[in-house]
């Protein structure tokens, strides 16, 4: 069975630096318009007539010289061969459309009414609108998607300092044993708001392709360490039996990431989700993943059953290193090495 098209999939098809997108280009350039069809399976061809068959490959050049045609032109749905060209689509009338001009509205009808995504060139309008299913998304000049995912990562340049020393100071609450839920707060809030604005410029990379290689690398060196350690502190003090704070911290993340404009902004909202007590002066106590995390090769079997026998940092940190060893799979090397590094957070306790 095909998996059906997805806007995401088809604006990759269509991005700078793909045969079609430099197809697309060449019919802009030369002021024509058309209409795609990236499908060429039954469905599509019960709603077309006339034209002519041409099972050739995909060409830029090709696909200029046949938009000199008035009628659609059908390619296969990853576009990598010319199916038929000079085409007559008729569906449904009854269709809803939004559009108004002709060849917009038989896009828009098409990808509404069968399993295919279409293009429209617009010569009047030197536009290029993509149509899956019920979503239209009308490609804009290369410069305007640079331009808005440098501001976004600017933003996120500042949201990740924020980010970096909310955790400085939770670590060094951690270690004197006075955390309180505006410390961990001030570690997940920056962490949800650079996850969010990640998501809308990861829409913006696949509309640029290869013009967003700097970007993507920027990127990816903003968001290192942030959701894993993020997720470490949820489960460290979300508020769950300790067997099930692994699980539990999974999908409170999640119900984080898909906190609103406005609730991203209010702390509060994250202490609701973890369940941690309503007054600010309550201390609490990490269980230890975070901390665990930073062990050499300890993998993340170790760290739940880790915590799973000791319950919290201050056990863990006060347990000897027979204490260490008695929990299956910590030999006499692990434990060593986990003394090691939880000495060397906070010292000798």
């Avoid at 501001?151 to 951690?174: H, I, N, P, W």
Wanted: hydrophobic share 45%; with cysteine.
């Amino acid at each position: 069975m095909v998996e059906p098209p997805t806007l995401m999939d088809t604006l990759a098809l269509c991005a700078p630096g793909t045969p079609l997108r430099s197809g697309l280009d060449r019919i802009l350039q030369a002021h024509r318009g058309c209409l795609l069809v990236l499908g060429d399976d039954p469905s599509v061809l019960s709603v077309s007539t006339g034209g002519f068959l041409l099972d050739a490959e995909f060409t830029p050049q090709r696909l200029a010289e046949l938009a000199k045609m008035d009628g659609a032109i059908v390619l296969t749905s990853r576009a990598s061969r010319i199916a038929r060209a000079n085409v007559h689509l008729t569906p449904k009338a009854t269709v809803q459309t939004s559009e108004t001009g002709t060849r917009h509205r038989t896009a828009e009808r098409v990808a509404r009414s069968l399993n295919v995504a279409t293009i429209t060139v617009s010569a009047a309008m030197a536009t290029i609108s993509v149509f899956v299913g019920n979503s239209k998304r009308t490609l804009e000049p290369t410069s305007r998607l640079i331009d808005r995912a440098s501001q976004a990562l600017a933003t996120m340049e500042r949201f990740r300092e924020r980010f970096d020393a909310g955790l400085v100071v939770l670590s060094s609450a951690e270690l004197e044993g006075s955390v309180r839920v505006d410390d961990v707060t001030a570690v997940l809030q920056p962490a949800v708001i650079l996850a969010q604005i990640a998501e809308d410029v990861g829409e913006e990379l696949v509309e640029l392709g290869v013009e967003g290689r700097l970007i993507s690398l920027q990127l990816s060196e903003l968001l290192d360490g942030v959701e894993e350690t993020a997720l470490a502190v949820v489960t460290d003090y979300i508020s769950a039996p300790k067997n099930r704070a692994a699980q539990r911290g999974q999908a409170v993340w999640q119900a984080m990431r898909g906190l609103s404009s406005e609730e991203v902004h209010e702390r509060s909202a994250f202490a609701v989700l973890l369940a941690l007590p309503g007054s600010p002066d309550t201390v609490l106590d990490s269980r230890g993943f975070r901390a665990l995390r930073g062990v050499p090769r300890l993998s993340s079997v170790l760290i739940e059953r880790l915590v799973g026998r000791f319950g919290s940092l201050t056990a863990l940190r006060d347990a000897t290193q027979a204490d260490l060893e008695a929990v299956e799979g910590v030999g006499h090397a692990r434990a060593a090495s986990i003394k090691s590094e939880l000495g060397r957070l906070g010292g000798p306790r």
